[in-house]
């Protein structure tokens, strides 16, 4: 089991929704945070409900696809902390279009931000988890990385991708010996604002495809989400799927292997995407 009451938490992208969520929740329970965003409003909001839950907080402005930064920034957190037992690498963008309009700059942005983010808050933090003698790593992924739809290419590439490097994190941590548990979390429709801060190619209908996302797909609250990722990492899952739609398209992905591709193109016909 991981225990939380007393342990140091890192959280990245915690000026809104699930990051926010987390850090209020981690408080709540007793541990010391450490907040980042690159949003200073949202940041500052998340920083006085932290300390509202009881909590001791550090908040840092941070763009997490800036490695040099990321390293820096664990340092300051163990030299403030004095540890760091809990890493949640939650910090995430999206963009919409279709492979043959992106350009390569709009997908390296989204790898950069929500692979890269991972890699560089994984790699910068994981040598003061182990040395913390008990510590959990754990990275979000999205029902995206579990099976893949049109427009979503460049996001789907980097959830995918945080899932296999979590995976064999996991199995690494467990083969060297190392106090440290590993988790990867795959949300479903989340009621959050990284839909609403999304970008899309020329002539892509954001209005259209934000209504649709919270009217039809984001069913699970932030805070329900903070519930079931800690509940999970308490038990030191390798895997947390969050929200009925996450659980049942793992399903089908697992049942049908490739073949759940045609009928997510059929869907996505049907629904003008």
Same mark, same amino acid.
């Given at each position: 089991?991981?225990?939380?009451?007393?342990?140091?938490? /890192?959280? +990245?992208?915690?000026?809104?929704?699930?990051?926010?969520?987390?850090?209020?929740?981690?408080?709540?329970?007793? %541990?010391?945070?450490?907040?980042?965003? #690159?949003?200073?409003?949202?940041?500052? @909001?998340?920083?006085?409900?932290?300390?509202?839950?009881?909590? @001791?907080?550090?908040?840092?402005?941070?763009? &997490?696809?800036?490695?040099?930064?990321?390293?820096?920034?664990?340092?300051?957190? *163990?030299?403030?902390?004095?540890?760091?037992?809990?890493?949640?690498?939650?910090?995430?963008?999206?963009?919409?279009? !279709?492979?043959? =309009?992106?350009?390569?700059?709009?997908?390296?942005? /989204?790898?950069?931000?929500?692979?890269?983010?991972?890699?560089?808050?994984?790699?910068?933090?994981?040598?003061?988890?182990?040395?913390?003698?008990?510590?959990?790593?754990?990275?979000?992924?999205?029902?995206?990385?579990?099976?893949?739809?049109?427009? =979503?290419?460049?996001?789907?590439? %980097?959830?995918?991708?945080?899932?296999?490097?979590?995976?064999?994190?996991?199995?690494?941590?467990?083969?060297?010996?190392?106090?440290?548990?590993? +988790? +990867? *979390?795959?949300?479903?429709?989340?009621?959050?604002?990284?839909?609403?801060?999304?970008?899309?190619?020329?002539?892509?209908?954001?209005?259209?495809?934000?209504? !649709?996302?919270?009217?039809?797909?984001?069913?699970?609250?932030?805070?329900?989400?903070?519930? /079931?990722?800690?509940?999970?990492?308490?038990?030191?899952?390798?895997?947390?799927?969050?929200?009925?739609?996450? #659980?049942?398209?793992?399903? &089908? #992905?697992?049942?049908?292997?490739?073949?759940?591709?045609?009928?997510?193109?059929?869907?996505?016909?049907?629904?003008? &995407?």
């Amino acid at each position: 089991m991981t225990s939380i009451p007393g342990k140091v938490a /890192v959280v +990245t992208g915690a000026g809104s929704g699930i990051g926010r969520a987390l850090s209020i929740e981690l408080a709540r329970r007793g %541990a010391l945070v450490a907040i980042s965003d #690159v949003d200073p409003q949202g940041l500052a @909001e998340t920083e006085v409900l932290v300390k509202g839950a009881g909590g @001791e907080v550090k908040a840092d402005i941070l763009d &997490v696809s800036q490695r040099e930064l990321v390293l820096q920034y664990a340092d300051e957190v *163990v030299a403030h902390f004095g540890t760091v037992n809990l890493v949640f690498n939650n910090a995430g963008v999206a963009f919409t279009g !279709d492979v043959e =309009q992106m350009s390569f700059k709009e997908i390296d942005r /989204v790898m950069d931000v929500d692979f890269g983010g991972v890699v560089n808050g994984t790699k910068a933090f994981l040598p003061h988890v182990i040395a913390s003698g008990e510590g959990h790593i754990i990275n979000i992924s999205s029902v995206f990385g579990l099976f893949a739809v049109p427009t =979503q290419s460049a996001y789907n590439a %980097a959830k995918f991708a945080v899932r296999g490097f979590t995976e064999a994190l996991r199995q690494e941590m467990k083969l060297r010996g190392r106090p440290v548990q590993v +988790t +990867t *979390v795959h949300p479903g429709g989340i009621k959050t604002n990284i839909v609403n801060n999304s970008t899309g190619v020329d002539g892509f209908d954001h209005a259209k495809m934000a209504s !649709d996302f919270n009217a039809k797909l984001a069913r699970t609250s932030p805070e329900k989400a903070a519930h /079931v990722i800690l509940t999970g990492v308490e038990k030191n899952k390798a895997k947390v799927l969050i929200g009925t739609d996450a #659980v049942i398209m793992d399903s &089908v #992905v697992r049942i049908l292997g490739s073949k759940y591709q045609p009928l997510v193109t059929m869907f996505s016909r049907r629904n003008g &995407v």
